[in-house]
């Protein structure tokens, strides 16, 4: 394999999400999954086996308080001796009674102030774990016209942002993410990447967007987002998923390969670009699967994301980038397709595998694990837990 490819694909990064692990459900019902992890101890448990078999998922997102600890510093010493580090903090605004009508657009001050001080508390995990990404979304929104002044609630959008922008240390990133519906039905209050965008510039230089690509209306052109915030050196992350109607968190690249491919090609031509921001924007954006599993088996669903996100990025790095700038130049519409197509069409399996070798992995990682017996084992010790929706089992059942 050439050596610049290798190198890319072997520092390819996926960060994957502690709530992909445990049981979660839909507002039907939540199936419970034998041996799906009941804490955040067994959630990294987890996500070290699909970084075993991958070599490229080391980092793993906490929600907070799903994922609350006593002690963060034991957390980060259980996932280093793990092979694996803390990635985004994600603060929960959204499951107490409190946030009916929103939180930091809440009409009422004293919930906005106890939800700004939930996201400064936040910041003090992201010191204590040496995690590097706050990721913000919220659920604030209106369900019925009139509900609430529009205006006003931007502006405490905004004045929440900059509070908890300025507080975070020098280094960090706020991600802001942003969402069109669910669970406001009138009027999200982040509903689009130019929202969040706006917002994002008027707090500073630490605040990205961050691209779901559940959260969109149908058939918006994910990748000419993404092309866009690069140029203005704004796209901080992604959250990887796949859906066909809403906001489904399905496994990523199942239904939508071609999307994620041509997402990764923005990336890469990104990467590549003569433009120092750019280009500097695109070598720092933080991977980050958001999907919850209600019916697949956890850790083999988090692993196919995983292989499904290196298929994509392989095939983005085949396109040739010459031939398709001699086209694109000469107005060659098909020729510039093809270009594209050809690279999409590649089977990126038997280079994948090679790969793998290179890495000292199993070539078959989907294999290995049916083959390794680690499903068994967690079922056996952790036993079916009934119910829970994304919320976590309190008690610690290991440090
Ligand atoms: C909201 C969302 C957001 C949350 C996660 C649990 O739909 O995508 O990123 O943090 O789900
Ligand atoms: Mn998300
Ligand atoms: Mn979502």
Known sequence: MNADLLQALSAQRIETPSWGYGNSGTRFKTFAAPGAARDIWEKLDDAAEVQRLTG???????????????????????AAQRGLTIGAINPNVFQDE?????SVTNPDEAVRERAIAHLLDCVEVMKKTGSRDLSLWF???????GQDDLRSRKHRMRAGLK??????PDGTRMLVEYKLFEPAFYATDLFDWGAAYSHCLAIGEKAQVLVDLGHHAQGVNIEQIVAFLLDEGRLGGFHFNARRYGDDDLIVGTSNPF?????YAELVFGANSVDDLTRRTAQNVAYMIDQSHNIEPKVEAMLQSVLNCQEAYAKALLIDRDLLKEAQGQG???????????AFKTDVRPLLMELRVEMDLNPEPIQAYR????????????????????????EKVRS
Request: proline share 4%; hydrophobic share 35%.
């Open 371 to 394: 083959a390794g017996g680690y499903q068994a084992k967690v079922t056996r010790d952790r036993g079916t837990q009934t119910g829970g929706g994304g919320y976590p089992v309190k």
């Open 98 to 102: 409190e946030y009916k009508l929103g």
């Open 259 to 263: 999307e994620l491919f041509c997402i």
């Open 332 to 342: 060659d519409v098909l020729a510039a397709h093809r270009v594209m197509m050809d």
């Open 163 to 168: 509070r908890v922008h300025d507080a975070m």
């Open 139 to 145: 659920a604030d929104g209106t369900n019925y016209a």
């Open 56 to 78: 490229i998922a080391p980092g793993v997102a906490l929600h907070i308080p799903w994922d609350e600890v006593e002690d963060y510093g034991e957390l980060g010493k259980y």
